[in-house]
């Protein structure tokens, strides 16, 4: 299975696949894709920096990439302390309380010295662009839409391809003009963050508006070859593949703690997910959980605007986290983590994909009247 | 475009068509596909007798399919005057003064003596599930699942199959358990009632679960070729489409009153839709317009459930197709609509959907590695 996206990216199979785990990162970069290391949750830019030198190391030369989280202009940003100023007493006993009634106990005092996830901040994502151009990225991608004017041009200046993800037609013709190189269109069905539009609508709506300029990544529901090739023949050039890679060995094995969450997205359907502004302040899916029922009570307040939100559960996802509850996790999921029940190798994954979209192919063949 | 689907239903293309118009679903027979008139807007039954009629002599012969609106369990059910007392005065309140506020005049006294849409009701439903059977129809399909057990049995016995919309999987496995002939796995971007599973992760999803026992139609987005090639990708027989059909030039022509549905539909981009209970009690994607932003301001009330809010907003309906104002519509449509700029003819709808869809196939043919 080769596109024209596979000599752009000088990758073997179509599959870009998103992870904040390095060690899957490199696994789908060695498998053939490219694999793009989330940069948000790393507070300390040198915890950035030793996972990519890592990467660097443990991916056979292959080519990966780098997603950070940035808008375009820099909000006005505070000091951690007075952003914590900022977020409304009633917020946090809400959050107490909540936790308090779902049984998550607080953190040992030596736990208990974070500030939630500092990504999210725009002084942290430069550093971690910073981070990111001294290593070999073939590829930077923002969660966010168009990376600001001089990190496109740093980038391209390396020979860096500039991907961001678009969840409607109208942000997807802003990025080009831009100077993004490459779009992802994420139907509604992602995990994390996401908009309406299911992929069906989005994805031939953005190849039609932008695709004789860049080519378009399929993302949002996709972890299968039968769904490879509904991208390809929605016009994508490939596809952006995240919550896949939840359920492989090398994320449950490389990402300390996420027992309960291995449990929690093993059992869940592609009915239990929700979307809402909980975990950064923006609209993601989650996989729901009693954390999420709790927000979605009458009684719970509206979740605050990014970056608050985040500084307002950071310690609460913590000590979710540390309580390892598979019934109360805060963890962003696609509704596709419905379709797996079992941890696979990352390799086993991407084969498995290319063998059932070469299948695919084979078997549409049979349909021209 | 050839699948098993059209030797099941005797057709040439497999694309099946849902539509309130005998006009529409006639020139969806005629153009070489299955066109299926949804009856529930008759609330006399001798109307959909007679729109029946019309069909079985401008089908040159061909297949066609009615659509009900069922619960498998008969509800408690009173007259419409008992059920009328059980709508709360603030909501009739909440109506007329959302009504005032966006212009919307009252009916002349002649035309103010209906009673909403019937077709929600279960006796009338069964009403028209008899006049089906007097008639010839290939397929008897139910927007609320499995219909009543001997409602599926009489179509059995007359060689009609059933259809069922489901939009999740354990819906779609209960469908076949109750002896329903063809699942429509309807994705969340589906216009009228859908659930929030979008088509790309749903329609695999009911595929894998009971595509060995029944074909399975893809529903929710589909409006073109590429969107068709995808959906047979994922493991659909064929397509089910709805949307697409409200801009096409029979739609228009034969539904009296739809100026301004029609202008508010084609100025719509795939973001101008909302899933609410506000149509019929029951969650239903609608095109967004003042009225339906006026339901989701925070002194709107909640809507009521089944039967209830259709009378509650049945003669609201009316008075804003009377009104014939683009911008207050109250109009099922999914997410696709945001797709098209113009009405066409049904047939050129089929014909393009159809070479569309080889030329994917034939592109796709050039992706294996």
Sequence with gaps: MRTDLCDRLGIEHPIVGFTPSEHVAAAISRAGGLGVLGAVRYNDPNDLAAALDWMDKNTDGRPYGVDVVMPMK???????GDLSALVPPAHRDFVEKTLHELGVPPLPASEDDQDGVLGWLHSVARAHVEIALEHRPALIANALGSPPADVIAQAHDRGILVAALAGRV????????????????????????????????????????????????????????????????????????????????????????????????????????????????????????????????PDAPDPL??????????????????????DVVAMPAGQIIGRFDHLRPVAEVIEEMVAEADATVSRLGTTRS
């Design 74 to 80: 820099a909000p006005t940003e505070g000091s951690i």
């Design 170 to 297: 109208d942000h997807a013709r802003r990025q080009v003009a831009d100077g993004v190189d490459i779009v992802v269109a994420q139907g509604s069905e992602a995990g994390g963050h996401t908009g309406e539009i299911g992929s069906m609508v989005l994805l031939p709506e953005i190849v039609d508006a932008v695709g004789d300029q860049v080519p378009v990544l399929g993302a949002g529901g996709i972890g299968s070859g039968r769904q490879l090739v509904a991208a390809l023949a929605l016009g994508a050039s490939g596809v952006w593949m995240g919550s896949t890679w939840l359920l492989t060995e090398e994320y449950a094995q490389g990402m300390p703690g996420q027992t309960a969450v291995s449990q929690a997205l093993l059992k869940a359907s592609s009915a239990d997910t929700v979307r809402a502004r909980i975990y950064s302040g923006k609209m993601a899916r989650l996989v729901k959980s009693r954390w999420t029922e709790a927000w979605a009570a």
């Design 305 to 326: 605007p990014m970056p608050l939100q985040n500084l307002l559960v950071g310690e609460a996802h913590r000590r979710i986290a540390a309580a390892n509850d598979p």
